[in-house]
């Protein structure tokens, strides 16, 4: 099982800056990938950037250029940090994360959710 603690999230300007985290724990061999999500009102989730553990990252053509993704594999940890923010990203950002389990099999884990809200 593994629990996601997420924090970061609120209110900022348009042109402002937010630095998401997740933090994972529980009983697990290893952490495969690491990744944010975010869900806006009325769209589907959407994946916005992962991470793997050998430091392998991706970002969504919409975020690039102003959001980057980073881990730190001690603490079993994944950032999101979120610069140039615009309204359009505005949204309930989840992180997730795949596991590998003590027996051997691969599952997935949800955060609770941070809301990130950016006015014009």
């Known amino acids: 099982q593994v629990q996601l603690v997420e924090s970061g999230g609120g209110l900022v300007q348009a042109g402002g800056s937010l630095r998401l985290s997740c933090a994972a724990s529980?009983?697990?061999?290893?952490?495969?990938?690491m990744n944010w999500f975010r869900q806006a009102p009325g769209k589907k989730r959407e994946l916005v950037a992962s991470?793997?553990?050998?430091?392998?990252?991706n970002v969504a053509d919409s975020v690039k250029g102003r959001f980057t993704i980073s881990g730190d594999n001690a603490k079993n940890t994944v950032y999101l940090q979120m610069n140039n923010l615009k309204p359009e990203d505005t949204a309930v950002y989840y992180c997730?994360?795949?596991?590998?389990?003590?027996?051997?099999?691969?599952?997935?884990?949800w955060g609770q959710g941070t809301q990130v809200t950016v006015s014009s």
């Open positions: 529980g009983s697990f061999r290893s952490i495969n990938y």
């Open positions: 997730n994360v795949v596991v590998l389990s003590r027996s051997g099999l691969s599952f997935g884990s």
């Open positions: 991470s793997t553990t050998d430091g392998s990252t």
